[in-house]
């Protein structure tokens, strides 16, 4: 079965909500979880996501960003926070940069990667963020 987050092409999981993002499906079919039109359009909203995390919630690290994408109400943060860093071979403590491509696409891929728990492409992240 294909995950849930790829067949949203919302492969971070982003939950619904009013924002207009580009390339949002309006009469999405999952109750819970953003649909996009394509892969693209999905990463790149996750990316604009961390983003504001970073710059307005005040998220600095890695650990950060996890915690509350990923609270202990809903996720096993601590399994989540262990396995990006050991697939993206960064550390918790590292400082999340939302414009330095590399940081943030390493970040969102290996979330991907907890998320559906499959191995992204990561050329679609890289790309996504020259869409931003």
């Given at each position: 079965m294909i995950p849930r987050g790829i067949r949203n092409n919302n492969p971070l999981n982003l939950r619904k909500t009013s924002i207009a993002w580009?390339?949002?499906k309006l009469e999405g079919?999952?109750?819970?979880?953003?649909?996009?039109d394509n892969m693209y359009n999905g990463i790149r909203a996750a990316l604009v996501n961390i983003r504001t995390m970073v710059r307005v919630?005040?998220?600095?690290?890695?650990?950060d960003v996890i915690r509350r994408w990923?609270?202990?109400?809903e996720n096993d943060t601590e399994a989540y926070i262990r396995t990006v860093c050991t697939k993206a071979r960064i550390r918790r403590t590292d400082k999340v940069l939302p414009n330095v491509k590399d940081n943030i696409c390493k970040l969102a891929w290996a979330m991907a990667y907890v998320e559906n728990g499959q191995t992204l492409n990561y050329r679609l992240f890289t790309q996504a963020f020259l869409m931003m």
């Open positions: 580009r390339g949002k079919t999952d109750p819970d979880f953003e649909q996009f919630h005040g998220c600095k690290t890695v650990e990923a609270p202990a109400s």
